[in-house]
């Protein structure tokens, strides 16, 4: 277990990271999600021991880890960039930290250690790369073999520093879910940090915010994701709007849900259909089209709801409604989220 107590990091008379409290159990991966800024680098880099500490402890089992260099740790680190040895085969790469030892191995040996590379590489889904150059290979099957090589020590802790950033929004999605599904497989501990949010609730158990070098919610992603500890965490999550006062209770009681004083409205959270005149009291909030931008996906509306105000919207693909129109919005309370009494503060 790595635990991680009042830990700070400073650069200059400013902390980049103050007294962050967090824990990663065998087995589980933590994602530190946050923009950029947040100190969730740093704090990586000071796990791994590539930043002194102005306070606090890194602990690995109860171990106090001051004053052990990172090659001695048991950490396994993955950068963004991979940085793979361009120069060597795929399977050489995966098999660069076994054969630091190979001139203390035999024959039997080093059989194991190639053994082991396919094992690898089968995990990642590379079979029969092995003799491959990384420069002939797409961005996500480098970021793959980068992946197989870490996990080829069989590291204590994993740590993974933004691994999906440079590749295209469809390859995170993609791979984002095979990373999920292969330290899984493997057993292995991961704390991961990354700006993305969907990143994030792909692949981790557990997530931590971070923001301006503070962990300002920690918990499951199920939790984090449900319930947003304040107003700017649920914007950095991806909600669209803040809803307060008659605002919030409106929309809720569309919702048929408790009033409260303060909620969080995913975009998603309102699908507008055409409003029927013959309809005397149609279910769901009444609202005019303000803005309309189509999407292959869905059409997105901005709306002003009647004792709402401006909300944004959705409507079903291959409807087109234009600004003026009136709409009825339904409300999935799956998509809201009510925020902590003070959060708003």
């Known amino acids: 277990m790595l635990s991680v107590e009042r830990l700070t990091v400073r650069f200059g008379p400013h902390p980049a990271v103050d007294r962050v409290d967090l824990r990663v159990d065998d087995g589980h991966v933590l ?33 106090d880890l001051a004053g052990v260099p990172t090659h001695r740790r048991g950490f396994a680190l993955m950068f963004q960039d991979g940085q793979l040895f361009d120069h060597l085969t795929v399977a050489r790469n995966v098999g660069y930290a076994l054969r630091l ?36 290979l797409s961005g996500g099957e480098r970021q793959r073999v980068a992946l197989a090589r870490s996990l080829a020590a069989e590291p204590r802790l994993l740590l993974l520093d ?20 292969i330290l899984t497989e493997a057993g292995t501990t991961a704390l991961l940090v990354t700006h993305d949010q969907e990143e994030a609730f792909a692949v981790a158990d557990r997530l931590a915010v971070m923001r301006e070098g503070s962990v300002v919610q920690h918990g499951t992603t199920e939790e984090v994701w449900a319930r947003p500890a304040d107003a700017a965490t649920a914007l950095f999550l991806g909600y669209a709007r803040i809803l307060e006062g008659d605002a919030a209770r409106a929309v809720l009681a569309a919702a048929d849900r408790p009033p409260a004083p303060a909620i969080a409205v995913r975009r998603s959270a309102l699908a507008a259909r055409r409003a029927d005149p013959l309809e005397a009291d149609p279910r769901g909030l009444t609202a005019t089209v303000r803005a309309v931008r189509a999407t292959p996906d869905e059409v997105r509306l901005v709306v002003d709801a009647d004792g709402v105000g401006e909300v944004d919207a959705v409507g079903a693909p291959g409807w087109l409604p234009a600004p003026g129109d009136r709409v009825v919005l339904r409300v999935d309370p799956a998509r809201l989220a009510v925020l902590p009494p003070t959060a708003t503060a």
């Open 162 to 181: 933004e691994p999906l950033s440079a590749l295209d929004a469809e390859l995170r999605v993609r791979l984002g879910a095979d990373l999920r599904r």
């Open 31 to 63: 994602a530190v999600l946050g923009p950029s800024g947040s100190g969730k680098s740093s704090l990586l880099r000071a796990v791994a021991g590539l930043e002194p500490l102005a306070g606090g402890r890194v602990r690995w089992d109860d171990h």
């Open 101 to 136: 030892g190979l001139d203390r191995l035999d024959r039997q040996g080093r059989a194991a250690s190639r053994r082991r590379v396919d094992e690898l590489l089968d995990l990642v889904g590379l079979a029969g790369y092995g003799e491959r150059l990384p420069r002939t």
